[in-house]
């Protein structure tokens, strides 16, 4: 399975602010994907981050406000942009097993703790 | 409606007991069913796969009734350590836009 870290793991911002979300992995994995979990939500997929290419949103995402990095296979970072109170969340890196198929399992890192004053 | 729907609990039932989460979801389309678990402040893990013909894994039984569109997970013999979130998971489609995490179960397991 693989061992993802993320860094921060938690930050307290500013209204108007913008924060940027590592995500490393230890293996070599094609996609990685960021989820947002909101309190006693369950998780929703804001993008997922290919390599070499744009990520690709989900409805109610947009780049301009959660610019998404991946440079390499084994790291990207997610950024969010000019953030609100509302954006307060924990912010989940994931990645699955890569073979294609729905029963993929998906590995998560620990997650980052936001809370915007 | 959401996709996938689950009873919020909290459930708190006293070590030893036996507990049942169910968990319904919304496309007949669905083709892959999994219970995850989140201790608190923590990311979520797999606990395991649903298939059809229902699956056991020690202390905890998964079954799927595609007919009624529900997912189960019993937990016999409930440990401490059990308590936690249960997540449902639905996949509809090989890529990670069509999973769909349900908003969980809290488990709470009293001595």
């Known amino acids: 399975s693989a061992v993802i870290s993320q860094k921060p793991s938690r930050d307290i911002c500013q209204r108007g602010t913008s924060l940027t979300i590592q995500c490393q992995v230890d293996?070599?994995?094609?996609?990685m994907f960021w989820y947002r979990q909101q309190p006693g939500q369950s998780l929703t997929l804001i993008a997922t981050?290919?390599?070499?290419?744009?990520?690709?949103?989900e409805s109610g995402f947009v780049i301009d406000k959660f610019p998404i990095s991946r440079p390499n296979l084994t790291f990207s970072t997610l950024t969010v942009s000019n953030m609100s109170p509302e954006d307060s969340s924990i912010y989940l890196c994931?990645?699955?097993?890569?073979?294609?198929?729905?029963?993929?399992?998906?590995?998560f890192g620990p997650g980052t703790r936001l809370t915007v004053l | 409606r959401k996709e996938v729907e689950q009873d919020p609990g909290p459930f708190n039932v006293p070590e030893g007991a036996t507990v049942a989460f169910n968990c319904t979801y919304s496309?007949?389309?669905?083709?892959?069913f999994f219970w995850y678990r989140q201790d608190c402040r923590k990311e979520p893990k797999l606990l395991m796969s649903v298939y059809s013909s229902g699956n056991e894994d020690g202390r905890f039984t998964a079954q799927l009734n595609r007919a009624s569109q529900y997912i189960s997970l019993l937990i016999r013999d409930s440990k401490l350590s059990d308590s936690a979130t249960y997540l449902c998971v639905v996949a509809r489609g090989s890529s990670a836009s069509k999973i769909i995490f349900g908003s969980g179960t809290r488990l709470s397991i009293r001595p």
């Open positions: 293996s070599q994995v094609t996609m």
């Open positions: 981050a290919n390599q070499g290419s744009e990520a690709t949103y």
């Open positions: 496309n007949s389309a669905s083709q892959s």
């Open positions: 994931s990645v699955d097993e890569g073979s294609g198929r729905t029963t993929d399992t998906q590995y």
